[in-house]
């Protein structure tokens, strides 16, 4: 469809008047000005999940926003007033970049909105990106029957080009495969089609039936503007939208932009030094947990590593450039050796590795801190006192716990962070339903320890918090149980939990709304590796690439007998070396970092909720002010500078081909100010 010639001459109009009024660069103008660029994206909604997946990103990394949401008739008009002001004698751009829905989600292209959007990208040369569109002329594409093709994506290989590469997504390796996680269900949708005059591919596919590749996204520069065409469905939560989102916010934001995201991954392995208990095949329990009668019973060993699965971790942590963190319960090591006539060959072959792991304390003997349970009921209870208070384990029996385990590790010389810790169970913490409160002697306890982190677990408790002076580290249990030590136990655990009670299960699946049943149980030998492994990687990496700090906790247990861990991390790390760049790293930091990261974070939102935050970028200047004492995280290009008081030093450091770091004002400056290249 060509433009019409009312459209393109109202164009025209709106964009020599407002040209003007600026000041800026036009033929025949005599002077002109620079004007301001608020570091703020417009984000135009309209429910659909292409623009939630963009502004999930946006948040995710710390970029300030303003949502426009086109089904809320009370929501603000777009015109140019809404788009530029003044700043004093300063011309003043609101939004560095704009994210549509579609390239005219206000139902006309010749609407008063869409004009007044298209002449303010085009006088302060700000991108648009459109969310999801087809492929058609106006995108700068040809139709999708011109050598191009429409269709379900599932399976289908991309590419990064060579443009792409070499600008805003060249973090990533070049290859990705779209998911297919479901085989009968259809999960995405899009239009590969030939770029037109103006368009440059950024990612790519090959047209199914043919030689030919159409372009799934690129950049469409035409009239005077710049639109970034995605023409494919997605979700904030499907890998090939993760894999992209960097480069949507670095191409909209021209790659200076408040917020930065790192991709990591830290795994805790717990109980170390301690054994785990085992689960029971036949009865389908876990002898010693006191819902499971009958005692331990036959072939119900603990798990325990031996010295060789220690001397594999510290192999495999060689080999793979990775960091476990040991968290150890060193009274439980000490019970141990005294049971075994005074020898415990992995407690030596751990220590003799000590300076290759990090090391968190887990209490010295794995003690519930929380309430005094009562387990003489299924589900246990909390233990009441004569007067119906509950009975809550001691302030000074706490800090025995965290103490004496702390006290061991130095006399080790165990490279320790007495900041850190992970109760047992993450007990302490309140546990709902039976203890709906913190223990409220746990405070004072890591008071008492110097203990500023403490873990919790994020399936119940996704969101840090605080715990008197420290702060909680949420962690992702990985479903890799603590009470299995072969692929055979796993597999059978996992078909008691994830099957019917027709096909044998507990039937739980059947009841909970948050889960669903297998079609049929996994084959115990074969299933494991088949299914539970690529699951779980594919959920691991996922977090991983998406910028979320959380570490991920499994078991000694783990690590022993069938070593049942390291296909899930061999494939975590695999798949993301395959993805991404070399500039790209995937960081592993420890739990007092992440819990930094986390509260900054918390911090962060905070001042920009509050409209504390002020950030704009005039030229090659960029200024930002915050509240005090709030770290303000920035990205912007290689060869930026930060100002000092008498001299500038290079800002940041670098990732993904950007440079990137927290900041604050220096000495006897009351805001930040970088000098891009």
Not at 457 to 471: H, I
Not at 637 to 657: M, N
Request: charge should be negative; charged fraction near 20%.
């Amino acid at each position: 469809m060509a433009l019409s010639a009312r459209r393109r001459n109202t164009a025209a109009l709106v964009t020599a008047a407002a040209t003007m009024a600026l000041g800026l660069v036009v033929p025949g103008a005599a002077a002109a000005t620079t004007p301001r660029i608020d570091l703020k994206v417009l984000v135009v909604a309209d429910g659909d999940s292409p623009v939630a997946a963009i502004t999930d990103q946006l948040r995710t990394t710390g970029v300030p926003y303003t949502v426009v949401d086109l089904n809320d008739p009370g929501r603000p008009v777009i015109d140019a007033a809404f788009l530029a002001d003044t700043a004093g004698s300063t011309h003043r751009a609101r939004y560095q970049g704009v994210v549509l829905p579609d390239e005219t989600p206000f139902g006309s292209p010749d609407s008063p909105e869409q004009l007044a959007l298209e002449a303010y990208e085009r006088t302060y040369g700000i991108g648009q990106v459109d969310a999801y569109t087809w492929a058609h002329p106006e995108v700068g594409l040809d139709y999708t029957d011109a050598g191009g093709w429409a269709g379900t994506l599932d399976g289908q290989p991309a590419q990064i080009t060579a443009a792409g590469k070499a600008g805003w997504f060249g973090y990533l390796d070049g290859a990705f495969t779209f998911e297919d996680n479901a085989p009968a269900v259809p999960e995405s949708y899009g239009y590969a089609a030939r770029p037109r005059a103006g368009f440059t591919s950024y990612v790519d596919t090959e047209v199914p039936g043919s030689t030919g590749r159409g372009s799934l996204l690129g950049e469409y520069a035409h009239d005077g503007r710049r639109e970034l065409v995605v023409t494919f469905a997605y979700n904030r939560y499907q890998q090939q939208f993760r894999l992209l989102a960097r480069g949507i916010v670095e191409w909209l934001t021209q790659g200076v932009h408040l917020g930065q995201v790192r991709n990591s991954f830290a795994v805790h392995v717990d109980d170390v030094l301690a054994p785990d208990s085992r689960w029971d095949t036949a009865r389908d329990c876990t002898p010693g947990d006191f819902d499971c009668a009958g005692g331990d019973g036959p072939g119900t060993a603990p798990i325990r590593m031996t010295a060789d699965d220690a001397a594999y971790a510290a192999q495999w942590q060689r080999e793979h450039g990775f960091t476990l963190d040991m968290v150890f319960n060193a009274g439980s090591g000490e019970e141990w050796r005294s049971e075994h006539g005074g020898a415990d060959a992995l407690a030596d072959r751990l220590l003799a590795d000590k300076a290759q792991y990090r090391w968190i304390n887990h209490t010295y003997t794995h003690q519930y801190l929380g309430c005094v349970q009562d387990t003489s009921t299924v589900p246990w209870t909390c233990a009441k006192n004569a007067d119906g208070s509950t009975r809550w384990m001691s302030r000074a029996d706490i800090s025995a716990q965290i103490r004496d385990n702390t006290d061991w590790a130095l006399t080790k010389s165990l490279p320790l962070d007495r900041t850190e810790l992970v109760t047992g169970e993450h007990s302490g913490l309140k546990t709902l339903p039976q203890q709906p409160t913190d223990n409220p002697n746990l405070a004072g306890a890591l008071a008492d320890n110097g203990v500023k982190w403490t873990a919790s677990d994020n399936s119940r408790e996704p969101g840090q918090r605080p715990v008197g002076t420290a702060l909680t580290v949420p962690r992702y249990p990985m479903n890799v149980y603590y009470n299995v030590g072969t692929k055979a136990e796993m597999a059978d655990e996992y078909n008691w939990i994830y099957t019917s009670r027709a096909d044998g299960g507990s039937g739980v699946c059947e009841n909970n709304p948050t889960s669903t049943c297998l079609a049929a149980p996994l084959d115990t030998a074969t299933g494991y590796d088949d299914v539970i492994v690529p699951q779980e990687a594919r959920t691991a990496l996922g977090h991983a690439v998406s910028g979320d700090p959380r570490p991920h906790y499994a078991h000694q247990s783990n690590l022993a007998e069938d070593r049942i861990l390291y296909p899930v991390l061999d494939q975590v790390l695999a798949g993301y070396r395959a993805l991404f760049a070399d500039n790209t790293p995937l960081e592993n930091p420890r739990q007092s970092a992440i819990g930094t990261e986390l509260q900054r974070r918390a911090a962060w939102q905070a001042a920009l909720a509050a409209n504390r935050v002020t950030a704009y970028r005039i030229g090659t200047t960029v200024t930002i002010t915050a509240p005090s004492g709030v770290q303000i995280p920035v990205t912007a290009p290689e060869g930026t500078k930060k100002q000092l008081l008498l001299s500038t030093a290079t800002f940041g450091t670098p990732y993904a081909g950007r440079r990137s770091a927290w900041t604050t004002p220096e000495l006897l400056q009351s805001s930040v100010t970088l000098k891009l290249p």
